[in-house]
């Protein structure tokens, strides 16, 4: 999931061949701003006793002053979206180290976890819930990871109807299982706009969509201090978002010729 032939057009073109388009129906129901009920739907669904990101406002204190401070959230995400930037404070995350099993002078053995401003959370989430709305329309059927309304078992079903029609007419075959270390982590940004494009996905929710991966920088927290050595990073740091992205492109990588169904 890298550009490094991104020059080559007829290269890409034959890539992205026989991808699936949005409807212009759906692309209508994308591309408009953002509006109240989009960003009060995931404060209402997130669970509390989360720690905070930087600013130290958890998910409780949106829900408890949501009358007072919805409208003025709205407009500060409608300014980032019009200046293709979040403020400073919401795009930066604070590391912080969960220790794991093992030896713990070990770097592997600690988990890393991003404390997000709940701002930043609630912009993210909202575009998930927007773009998960047309997921089924452009994923194909065999994909079931983060696609709303589909199971793994799909999946577990299909390998198992595979295995019964092998017996029956002896065919030979194989099974891969392939896992990929640091899949979110592999996605390059240049490689998702344009599969996004391919899919013919609004313009307005593409650049929206920028918005939360732009500028985006860490600082560490160490003991009882943060280190403020602002660290710049690619990529967004909400995981359902990550999960969206990968899933796309996963999609345009995928032979969309050679399709199996379960009988």
């Known amino acids: 999931m890298r550009s490094e032939d991104g020059d080559n057009k007829e290269l890409l073109d034959t890539f992205y061949q026989g991808l699936p388009k949005v409807s212009s129906e759906d ?5 408009g701003p953002l509006v109240l009920e989009e960003l009060q739907a995931p404060v209402n669904t997130m669970s509390g006793g989360k720690a905070p990101g930087i600013d130290g406002l958890p998910v409780e204190f949106y829900k408890f002053f949501w ?7 709205l407009e500060v995400l409608k300014e ?4 293709r930037c979040l403020p400073l404070c919401s795009r930066r995350a604070v590391i912080t180290l969960l220790p794991k099993k093992g030896d713990l002078q070990d770097i592997r053995n600690w988990h890393p976890v991003s404390l997000l401003c709940m701002d930043y959370e609630i912009m993210s989430k909202a575009l998930a819930n927007r773009l998960g709305d047309i997921m089924d329309s452009v994923v194909q059927s065999d994909q079931t990871y983060c696609v709303p ?15 019964d029609v092998s017996r029956l007419l002896a065919v030979d075959l194989g099974l891969i299982s392939l896992d990929q270390e640091k899949d979110f982590e592999r996605v390059e940004y240049q490689y998702l706009w344009k599969t996004l494009e391919v899919f013919g996905l609004s313009p307005s929710l593409i650049t929206m969509m920028k ?17 403020f050595d602002p660290q710049h990073c690619d990529g967004s740091q ?3 978002t990550q999960q969206q992205h990968y899933t796309h492109c996963s999609q345009s990588a995928t032979p969309t010729t050679c399709s199996v169904s379960s009988y």
């Open 211 to 227: 918005v939360v991966v732009t500028g985006l920088e860490l600082v560490v927290f160490c003991i009882q201090d943060v280190e």
């Open 238 to 240: 909400q995981e359902n």
């Open 27 to 31: 692309n209508a129901a994308l591309e």
């Open 67 to 73: 009358e007072e401070l919805g409208e003025d959230l």
């Open 80 to 83: 980032s979206s019009r200046e």
């Open 149 to 163: 309304n589909r199971s793994i078992i799909v999946n577990v079903s299909l390998i198992r109807d595979i295995l």
